[in-house]
């Protein structure tokens, strides 16, 4: 049946044909369900999917919870050989007062390798987090052979020392014939103590406010 809506009469809806009159209640019930999921049902959903993955994370965070509260035994065992290791390397680093006698090492291992001197120079110290770093600017003359058991005897040493920044080159004047000059600079370490370490924290807090 075709419905000419020009013919309806919409102040008495009550006189419409049945056809008009159930297109019309179709009409409201899909308007009415769509203003419900829109205003109201469309929030709940949303709250509900974020609820949801809020679930998905924290269950995430249980489990990573729960292994290591299921493996903490094992997290202390390893927690003590790593300290028993860095209080072994920290040992390999001089202190202050052995800075000297570390000095006078490395002099030694060059002299005992038949290498002559030129220059050996301490640099200002460049700390660090917990220790500090002592360079040395060193100039010496001799042989290949000699330099090898130069690097060999400094590896040697109790303490951790480190060459850095080779240059070789050939030795001038007559007398120094097949000889080579070696310039590096090495490095050795010492760790700082409790209150060196607050001066430090305190220098790099200050600069951060800056």
Known sequence: MNLDINNLDFQNMGSWPLPAKIVTILVLCVAVLFAGYWFDTKDQIDVLDSARNKENDLKKVFEQKQSIAANLDAYRTQMAEMEKTFGALLLQLPSKTEVAELLVDISRVG?????EFELFKPQNEVRKEFYAEFPIQIRVNGTYHQFGNFASGVAALPR???????????A??????GKLVMEAMANTYRYLDKDEMKQSGKKKKNKRKR
Do not use: C, E, Q, R
């Open 172 to 177: 001038k004047g007559k007398d120094n014939k």
């Open 111 to 115: 002299l005992d390798s038949g290498l």
């Open 160 to 170: 951790i020392v480190t060459l850095h920044n080779f240059s070789i080159t050939a």
